[in-house]
């Protein structure tokens, strides 16, 4: 089984900060190339946020470019997305993805497997 599993969302007020986790196995992570978050909110379509590879190449989008980084940590199997500076919004159920080379990393269609999700709720 592939199991992705992120944690670290919550409520946080707008200009507030929270680091997402996505955990997986070893083997996921050895396996799939390119790790990505995606966020989803109500109403609104599954849209990309960031892309790691495993070359360490990364990008994310341009609406959180300069308050968003992703990064991942091979030796604990995991993939993390510090938000900072976050605003409404934000405000949506987060996603991690993992999937092969090959396909456009920004569409939520090129990915293999995901995780559950976790939710980023932002007060103002």
């Known amino acids: 089984q592939v199991q992705l599993e992120e944690s670290g969302g919550g409520l946080v007020q707008a200009g507030g900060s929270l680091r997402l986790s996505c955990a997986g196995y070893?083997?996921?992570?050895?396996?799939?190339?390119?790790m990505a978050w995606f966020r989803q909110a109500v109403g609104k379509e599954r849209e990309f946020v960031a892309v790691?590879?495993?070359?360490?190449?990364?990008d994310v989008a341009d609406s959180v470019k300069g308050r968003f980084t992703i990064s991942r940590d091979n030796a604990k199997n995991t993939v993390y997305l510090q938000m900072n500076n976050l605003n409404a919004e934000d405000a949506a159920t987060y996603y991690c993805?993992?999937?092969?080379?090959?396909?456009?990393?920004?569409?939520?269609?090129?990915?293999?497997?995901w995780g559950q999700g976790t939710q980023v709720t932002v007060s103002s």
């Open positions: 070893r083997r996921t992570f050895s396996t799939y190339s390119i």
């Open positions: 993805a993992v999937g092969y080379s090959g396909g456009s990393y920004h569409n939520w269609r090129s990915y293999s497997f």
């Open positions: 790691s590879r495993s070359g360490g190449s990364t």
